[in-house]
């Protein structure tokens, strides 16, 4: 693909999976208008990222026929669970009229916007991010495509040598690999328009579903929501320019829907649009995907419901005192009971003890993180956003002052104090509160518009409903042209309002083009080794020849430090080492690792590369990621075999070359 233009159809086909499978659901279950559209994309997600892991269990390649077959497993699971449990069959209040279409215009505002940003910083969608987890990412859905396996057991197989099962959440490499299938695109054009499809839709649906629940039908509100998903730099852009975390990007669109859900079972609300029994039917379906997806979206929901929790267990216990003193202590008892074996339970699961290993050093003052934060400015953002900031505070105002939700000033804090618990302190318990994050300063920083976006949107609606009454009291009378201009007023009404205000908030905020600039810096590839890239310009012109001078069958050996290991996922070969954070070694893998440079007089070496089938080297020299200080004393053996006489250079742009292996233990190789 050449341009974006090209992209239309791709990204049309990237839709419609991910809206058809959970909309099929949802008309099962007879849930109707913005609940419907809001709640598709999110089952879609559970039944994709489930789908794939049934599908080597029952011999079946990875595509489309196997998302049918669990779409149709899941439907009919609900068509049987609404028939036979009564609650389930409680019919839906008729949705406001004009919701589904107000909600639907702030989702296309803020696609545009996002599809703005997002071309401005790549011309075309075969470039992809530099970040450090790009290659892990790329790759995995290459992996995917070659092996026809999705699943979050096997996803993560290609740099896993000698461990058969590992979990890894996999539902965005499902998404991206069905999206190569049925397009047959790249592995690079269909992760960015996965990410503008999760970015720019599924997000501000959740945001729009989030306000919903919160604040009821008002209009103007459900199209700022949608708009102003948008117009936040912390996210959904931060996670694209630091490390391509695509996997946390489809988590954190999914999280307003899974508080959303929970907040209708426990707190429904006179304007529900489902009951509690529906809700959590919904939470079933719900939840696979976000756990499949980046299980840290579940911690994202508990942090955000934390003071709501609080209240209600404080509540249940203080009914307890109520009764009898023993009850109440005994309420009291079961909640530390329950809380001591969730937690022993949860230590004892590796991904969640691993969360803990990392620590992000402090690199901002703490007050000034917290103010950053407050003003959703994290970096590499630092211009504040001034109306945003304002917008937030009216909206939480109004959910206090009209709804009652206190409980929501606390949620806000929590959320804005995450940033600087991050970036301004290297206090252990302050690391602890934040390893579901690995205390990374860009995935904390994510969390930010959260609750952000739906209070903003509801202090956005006010406003408008505010100028558009004003303008119409401002023009009574029953002149012509006041006449007129009321009508117009009228007719333009506060949503659209809403729209064109959501647009101007979001391109006079600094930061926007602040993350957009960092944005397009992750996309860049620059002409020579630049100390910060992966790839640079001649590297990634050598990678484009790999398919006139190799084959599918031929395993390139590399040094994955030096961004040679993208050539997996960019031109579809087999490369030694294809990812740099590889811990998972075999012993045939050590060999070439530490002495590949001796495979021309040693017969162990040259033995443990012909197992390993190894035929090539590429070589991109010593300009090495940044995420570790001297690789170059991990992969000697890799670094020193240009010059061992054991390789024949064969192809060369610039500093980057490609050498066959042509001499194996004192023999020619074939």
Not at 264 to 291: E, K, W, Y
Request: proline share 7%.
């Amino acid at each position: 693909m050449t341009s974006w233009f090209e992209a239309a159809p791709a990204f049309l086909a990237a839709l419609l999976t991910i809206t058809i499978p959970g909309g099929i659901v949802v008309a099962v279950l007879r849930l109707r208008g913005l609940v419907a559209v809001c709640l598709a994309p999110a089952i879609s997600v559970s039944i994709v990222g489930v789908s794939a892991i049934v599908a080597p269990w029952i011999h079946l390649r990875w595509g489309w026929p196997v998302v049918l077959l669990g779409t149709a497993v899941t439907a009919v699971a609900a068509y049987l669970a609404r028939r036979f449990i009564e609650p389930l069959r409680a019919v839906q209040p008729a949705p406001g009229r004009g919701t589904v279409a107000a909600g639907v215009v702030g989702v296309i505002v803020g696609l545009g916007i996002t599809t703005a940003v997002l071309t401005g910083a790549a011309s075309n969608p075969e470039q992809f991010t530099q970040g450090y987890d790009s290659v892990f990412h790329l790759n995995a859905t290459e992996n995917a495509v070659m092996r026809g396996d999705a699943s979050s057991f096997d996803i993560s197989s290609f740099i896993l040598p000698n461990i058969k099962t590992a979990f890894y959440p996999g539902a965005w490499h499902g998404f991206a690999s069905l999206l190569i299938s049925l397009t047959n695109i790249s592995v690079v054009a269909a992760t960015n328009i996965m990410w503008l499809v999760v970015a720019g839709v599924v997000w501000p649906l959740g945001c729009v579903f989030l306000a919903r629940i919160l604040a009821g039908e008002n209009r103007a509100m459900l199209v700022s929501a949608g708009a102003l998903a948008a117009a936040f730099p912390a996210f959904p852009y931060i996670l694209l320019s630091y490390g391509s975390e695509y996997p946390n990007t489809l988590s954190n669109a999914l999280v307003p829907i899974g508080i959303g859900v929970v907040l209708l079972i426990l707190r429904p609300a006179a304007h529900a649009p489902v009951g509690p029994a529906m809700a959590l039917a919904l939470v079933a379906l719900f939840l696979p995907g976000l756990l499949l997806a980046q299980p840290n979206g579940v911690f994202s929901i508990l942090l955000v419901l934390t003071p709501l929790l609080l209240v209600m267990l404080y509540d249940w216990a203080h009914a307890g005192f109520r009764r009898s003193r023993r009850n109440g202590w005994l309420r009291i008892a079961a909640l530390v009971v329950a809380a001591g074996l969730m937690f022993a339970g949860g230590m004892r699961i590796p991904q969640i003890q691993s969360l803990f290993n990392y620590t992000s050093p402090a690199f901002l003052f703490l007050p000034l993180a917290a103010l950053r934060s407050f003003t959703q400015a994290p970096d590499p953002v630092w211009f504040p956003a001034v109306a945003l900031t304002l917008l937030m505070l009216l909206g939480l105002r109004l959910i206090v002052k009209q709804h009652g939700m206190r409980w929501m000033s606390v949620a806000v804090f929590l959320v804005i104090m995450g940033y600087p618990l991050t970036t301004g302190t290297n206090n252990k318990i302050a690391n602890f509160v934040m390893a579901p994050w690995w205390d990374n300063p860009e995935r904390v920083a994510a969390l930010l518009p959260l609750v952000a976006v739906p209070l903003s949107a509801m202090g956005l609606g006010w406003v408008a409903t505010w100028l558009m009454a004003r303008l119409r009291r401002r023009f009574a009378g029953n002149r012509p042209e006041r006449r007129r201009l009321r009508l117009l007023a009228a007719r333009a009404g506060a949503p659209t309002a809403a729209a064109v205000l959501a647009v101007v908030v979001t391109f006079t905020n600094p930061g926007l083009g602040q993350i957009a600039q960092a944005v397009a810096s992750a996309y860049n590839v620059p002409p020579k080794p630049n100390g910060v890239a992966q790839i640079d310009a001649q590297e990634l012109a050598l990678i484009h020849r790999l398919d006139q001078l190799t084959t599918p069958q031929d395993v390139i050996a590399n040094n994955p430090y030096n961004g040679s290991a993208l050539a997996m996922a960019l031109a579809g070969r087999k490369m030694l080492f294809p990812y740099a954070s590889q811990t998972d070694i075999s012993s045939d893998l050590f060999q070439m690792q530490f002495w590949l440079n001796r495979v021309g007089q040693d017969p162990t070496v040259c033995a443990a590369a012909k197992r390993l089938g190894v035929t090539y080297l590429l070589d991109f020299g010593t300009d090495y990621i940044q995420a570790f200080n001297n690789p170059i004393s991990l992969y000697p053996g890799v670094t020193l075999a240009p010059d061992s006489g054991a390789f024949t250079l064969v192809a060369q742009n610039g500093h980057a070359k490609l050498y066959k292996l042509t001499k194996c233990a004192g023999s020619a190789t074939p």
